[in-house]
């Protein structure tokens, strides 16, 4: 009989230990499954839509870029003049000389600066003819001495006195303008450099240079520096751009600085300068654009963009420009659209056929 009572007990034993290792573990299952919070992906999967409303907004489409230019080589002034000693310098201190200016007086006898095609290679007066009297003849027409219509090939009498009459306001009497007392300027006006030609000393031999002008720029490139992105460049569509650099704003024409621009660096900066490191590239007047969500926007396989409209309808966008959270477009989307595109159930696809 005590065999009997410690069977029934063994089974007694057997049967809790079956209770606690299948039962419970499956209870807590339930407990598990039935209390857990549902999974981040579950989340997402069942958010609503949102629906937002892009907002106006004005823009100039500000970028970084680059400055570079190029520099002239500095033009020259070749003495044709007499020789002698060099008495005074009228034009000596000039920052710019004029056609018709004197540049020195050697010996008592003026020379002057004159802005013709080509350099005099001869004396020119009664009885001379050829295109260096046209081409001094249209060079006197410039400085008044001879009217408009008057141009001619050959020393007429009106061209004779429009001599007569040059000659005498720089002291002399002859109805001939010579060679060594004129001065080939090769630019009106021819901004001055330096002048080497020295008060007292005797004056140079004919060719030498007695003055240099300063050297301009020539080309200005805006480098944008955005462009390598493929962002688009502000006022590709055609808008005036300007380049700020260094509290100066630069009109710029495609890539290139304007004539106007480059005075304006000729006159701030020195021929060794020619790469001016970082700038603002701009429109020159704002533009409108729409802001947006920045999760607004969806990208496709082929890298365009798009919004997507609450019936999850695409249109096609072109992002240029935003900050922390947003995004700004340059064509107008629709009044309404996704903020959470990607947060459906059925994720919008940005097609490249997308209406």
Not at 23 to 50: C, G, H, N, T
Not at 240 to 249: F, H, I, T, Y
Request: charged letters at 20%; glycine letters at 10%; aromatic letters at 4%.
């Amino acid at each position: 009989m005590p065999e009997s009572g410690s069977s029934g007990s063994g089974v007694r034993l057997l049967y809790q230990v079956l209770v606690v290792g299948i039962l419970m573990p499956v209870l807590a299952a339930v407990v598990l499954w039935r209390y857990s919070p549902p999974s981040p992906l579950a989340q997402d999967r069942e958010a609503p839509p949102v629906v937002v409303q892009p907002v106006p907004v004005t823009g100039d489409l500000r970028r970084v870029a680059t400055i570079e230019v190029e520099w002239s080589t500095p033009p020259v002034l070749r003495w044709a003049g007499p020789g002698g000693v060099v008495t005074s310098l009228p034009g000596g201190d000039r920052r710019q000389l004029r056609s018709g200016d004197t540049l020195a007086v050697v010996s008592g006898v003026p020379v002057i600066v004159l802005a013709t095609s080509e350099p005099m290679y001869r004396d020119i007066g009664p009885g001379v003819r050829g295109s260096d009297v046209a081409d001094l003849s249209r060079a006197l027409v410039a400085l008044g001495y001879l009217p408009g219509d008057d141009v001619s090939d050959r020393v007429t009498q009106r061209v004779r006195r429009a001599i007569v009459a040059l000659n005498a306001d720089r002291g002399l009497r002859s109805s001939v303008l010579r060679r060594d007392s004129v001065v080939w300027l090769p630019s009106d006006p021819f901004g001055v450099g330096e002048v080497t030609l020295i008060v007292g000393s005797e004056a140079p031999a004919p060719g030498t240079v007695v003055a240099s002008g300063r050297a301009e720029v020539v080309k200005g490139r805006v480098v944008d520096g955005d462009a390598a992105s493929g962002s688009p460049t502000p006022g590709a569509a055609g808008e005036s751009r300007v380049a700020e650099w260094n509290g100066l704003d630069l009109e710029v024409e495609g890539s290139t600085l304007t004539d106007t621009a480059r005075r304006e660096l000729t006159r701030v900066l020195t021929p060794d300068e020619t790469e001016l490191g970082s700038a603002v590239l701009r429109l020159r007047d704002p533009v409108p654009l729409w802001r947006v969500p920045s999760a607004a926007v969806v990208v496709g396989g082929a890298g365009q963009e798009c919004v997507i409209t609450p019936d999850l309808a695409a249109h096609p966008v072109e992002v240029v420009g935003g900050g922390a959270g947003y995004v700004e477009l340059m064509q107008s989307p629709p009044p309404e659209i996704l903020g959470n595109p990607l947060d459906l159930v059925e994720p919008a696809v940005c097609a490249p056929d997308s209406p």
